[in-house]
């Protein structure tokens, strides 16, 4: 089983930076492909960006590409988010996740594990 626990959303002015922890434990996280999902007030909730256990092989959502990275530290079983140039567009709860099988990296279906979420809000 893997258990899941964000950190490090806060209040922050459009072009700053942030850096977001998700904690994992369980004995599948450096195999396991990880990402994070956010959800906005009335939107769904969508793909940010995922890396896999294998290889590292990243994924980015287009509205974050160039200003997100996504990272994991195996060591510390943690995963990271990285976001510079933020916009108020990136106001959302930040949830990570894990999954165990395969298909597409982007599909919130294919998570069987998911964080309680950091809240993450930028001011123009």
């Known amino acids: 089983q893997v258990q899941l626990v964000e950190s490090g959303g806060k209040l922050v002015q459009a072009g700053s930076s942030l850096r977001l922890s998700c904690a994992a434990s369980?004995?599948?996280?450096?195999?396991?492909?990880m990402g994070w999902f956010r959800q906005a007030p009335g939107k769904e909730r969508q793909v940010v960006a995922a890396?896999?256990?294998?290889?590292?092989?990243?994924y980015y959502a287009d509205s974050v590409k160039g200003r997100f990275t996504i990272s994991r530290d195996n060591a510390k079983n943690t995963l990271y988010l990285q976001m510079n140039s933020l916009n108020p567009e990136d106001t959302a709860v930040y949830r990570c996740?894990?999954?165990?099988?395969?298909?597409?990296?982007?599909?919130?279906?294919?998570?069987?594990?998911w964080g309680q979420g950091t809240q993450v809000t930028v001011s123009s």
């Open positions: 996740a894990a999954r165990g099988g395969g298909g597409p990296v982007r599909l919130l279906t294919t998570y069987d594990y």
């Open positions: 369980g004995r599948t996280f450096s195999s396991s492909t």
């Open positions: 890396i896999t256990g294998i290889g590292g092989n990243t």
